[in-house]
């Protein structure tokens, strides 16, 4: 499994027992093809990572660069990840550092100064403590735990943040001390003090409004050629949901010399999305393989992602894991079409539209932003107290701060939030889980598309409407082939007069006819779904491991939330339940981790 710790720490005694205890748990729990030491001036670190992990390293001058990951902008070019970032600080210093699109972390050691930064969005994860004189970083938050000088406390306000809206925020983890590097920053560590560089990561413009529509056409064809151009004459494996990203990404793979050798839709037969999956894969003649997954194994799943994840990322879709054990080639990149709808199609920033006052704000996105979580009034009766009232009043405020502090009109504000915070977290999240047995790339989130899309006016991008201009004009015929859009009856962006009278009758039969059999076609519906078998055994667990909560959480309200394993739960709207696992996530998250918080010892945790 993906995971990198490292440490800058005078004191060897400290930095030795900072190794062990964390190659206790790499042997535990990341059983990987590649491991590794590393060291980039004062900064080592320990790494283990799947085969296909992309590692990289370079020297230029004063410049000593370590990379895992990809970047985008190296994909094409002559020069690895290290050595293009190692050329950026010799000519260009640390300016547009953050700039950088992929999947990766960064270790730089300039001049006696070290630098540690992510992609252009902060997809990879990357925490940081400090203990004194010393400086913890890892992938996930427990790493810096490790060290003999933390202390090992819950953060009440960061668990207040994550039920508010399933995932992380503001940087908070649940482990008290440990932050998560933020969108555009750059730790710097000099002369023993730490501080970090906070850049306009994602770039925002006016350089599309007014153009006709075929001028911003072109420009997003030519942005989706040059997201993808990195792969030509590569042999890559592609996933491939039945989506509007997915048929972009497989329209645009094939104008390539890519070899895909294998396609993978997750899904049982009847879905919509392995259905749309495989009319597409047929029609361009792409082998695809169906990946079932088995909802009863819910609860390892989730076992596994407290350990990895440490559930920053919410536990709505655990279905992934499963994509790992099936996999046939690991040493190809995985192609996905992650984070398109988002960057191209602006799918969740129009939730930030008000339709009463007319103007994208702040407080309609935070209101949809919380339908993923629980209510405040939920969270209060959960953790009563002058304490929880206060720190969601100062968790809004700090996110009304950010949307403010965006540049661009308040429709471009609304987007760079979804991106910074929803998007990082639940959408990217899958990443992660990826990587710990192939390495995913995400080329629809590409510096390429995020510059065309932060200069598009919102007329011409809000409602997907880019995306679906885009493939009608370049790609009628696949554009004819119905795409799931996670409604009931999949859509045909160029429909014909029978296929829509077909398509409304089936529609209307078929939710009859699954609502009386209790099925549903559509994946993600089933997956998040708090009856199946899975979630039930996870209700059940999280029931019994209420009494090892500390005293300040409310357990008559916390068995309120989250319904008993006999009880059925109706919701139309999947992601409305999300707050109730999260909720769930925290109870298992504590239970496994209540003998080793409060304390430094780290020995109980390495034994499970």
């Known amino acids: 499994m993906t995971a990198v710790a490292g440490i ?24 990987t093809d590649v491991s590794d030491h590393t060291a980039i001036g004062p900064l080592e670190c320990l790494w283990r990572t799947c085969r296909a992990a992309p590692i990289s390293t370079a020297r230029s001058g004063v410049t000593a660069v370590w990379v895992i990951g990809h970047l985008d902008e190296a994909q094409s070019s002559a020069k690895n990840a290290a050595e293009r970032i190692a050329a950026h600080v010799e000519t260009k210093g640390v300016e547009g550092l953050a700039s950088y699109s992929g999947y990766f972390l960064a270790i730089v050691d300039h ?17 940081y403590a400090t203990a004194g004189r010393a400086l913890l970083v890892g992938t996930s938050s427990d790493l810096p735990g490790f060290h003999p000088s933390v202390s090992r406390r819950l953060n009440v306000k960061a668990l207040i943040s994550h039920l508010l809206c399933m995932h992380e925020l503001l940087g908070e983890s649940l482990w008290e001390g440990v932050r998560r590097l933020g969108q555009g920053e750059i730790l710097h560590v000099a002369d023993g003090h730490l501080d970090r560089i906070c850049q306009q990561a994602i770039p925002i413009s006016d350089d599309s409004f007014g153009a006709p529509v075929a001028v911003q056409l072109e420009r997003a064809h030519g942005a989706m050629l040059d997201a993808l151009r990195g792969y030509d004459g590569q042999a890559i494996s592609l996933l491939c949901s039945g989506g509007l990203d997915s048929r972009l990404a497989v329209a645009y793979l094939g104008q390539s010399s890519a070899e895909v050798r294998m396609v993978y839709t997750l899904g049982d037969p009847r879905d919509n999305d392995y259905r749309c999956a495989r009319r597409l894969l047929k029609s361009v003649r792409l082998p695809h393989r169906r990946v079932p997954v088995d909802l009863a194994r819910f609860p390892d799943f989730l076992d596994r992602e407290i350990v990895t994840e440490q559930v920053a990322n919410g536990v709505n879709d655990l279905g992934w894991w499963t994509l790992l054990e099936t996999i046939e080639d690991t040493t190809l990149p995985l192609v996905t079409g992650y984070l398109g709808d988002a960057v191209l199609g602006f799918s969740r920033a129009f939730f930030g539209y008000d339709p009463e006052r007319r103007a994208f704000t702040f407080d309609k996105q935070y209101e949809v932003f919380n339908q993923w979580g629980l209510s405040e009034s939920s969270i ?8 929880t009232v206060r720190w969601l009043a100062e968790i809004k405020d700090e996110l009304r701060a950010i949307f403010d502090s965006f540049p ?13 915070h929803h998007e990082r977290f639940h959408a990217a999240g899958p990443l992660l889980r990826l990587s710990h047995g192939v390495w995913p790339v995400a080329p629809l989130a590409s510096s390429a598309l995020l510059r065309v ?45 029978s296929y829509s009278v077909r398509s409304r009758v089936s529609h209307m039969i078929g939710r009859r006819w699954r609502r009386l059999r209790g099925q549903d076609n559509r994946y993600y519906y089933r997956i998040y779904n708090l009856n199946h078998e899975g979630w039930r055994q996870l209700r059940a667990r999280c029931h019994e491991a209420c009494e090892v909560l500390p005293e300040g959480v409310d357990r008559d309200q916390l068995r309120a939330i989250v319904p008993a394993p006999t009880l059925h739960v109706q919701e139309e709207r999947p992601h409305a339940l999300s707050g109730i696992k999260s909720l769930l996530a925290f109870v298992l998250w504590y239970q496994r981790y209540a003998d080793v918080l409060g304390s430094g010892d780290r020995t109980a945790d390495s034994r499970r």
Do not use: N
């Not at 209060?380 to 304490?387: K, M, N, Q, S």
């Not at 009109?409 to 910074?420: G, R």
């Not at 009628?476 to 007069?497: F, G, T």
């Open 8 to 31: 800058i720490d005078p004191d060897v005694q400290a930095r030795s027992a900072f190794f062990d205890a964390v190659t206790r748990h790499f042997d535990t729990y990341h059983e």
């Open 111 to 127: 001049a006696g100064d070290t630098y540690v930064f992510c992609d252009q969005l902060g997809l990879f994860p990357c925490y």
């Open 380 to 387: 209060c009766a959960l953790l009563p107290g002058d304490r």
């Open 408 to 420: 661009g009109l308040p429709f471009q504000k609304a987007w760079q939030f979804d991106l910074m």
């Open 453 to 497: 899309a932060g200069g598009m006016p919102a007329s011409a991008i809000l409602y997907r409407r880019l995306q679906k201009d885009l493939l009608i004009a370049r790609f009628p015929k696949l554009a004819r082939i119905p795409v799931d859009i996670a409604h009931s009856c999949p859509e045909r962006l160029i429909p014909s007069l």
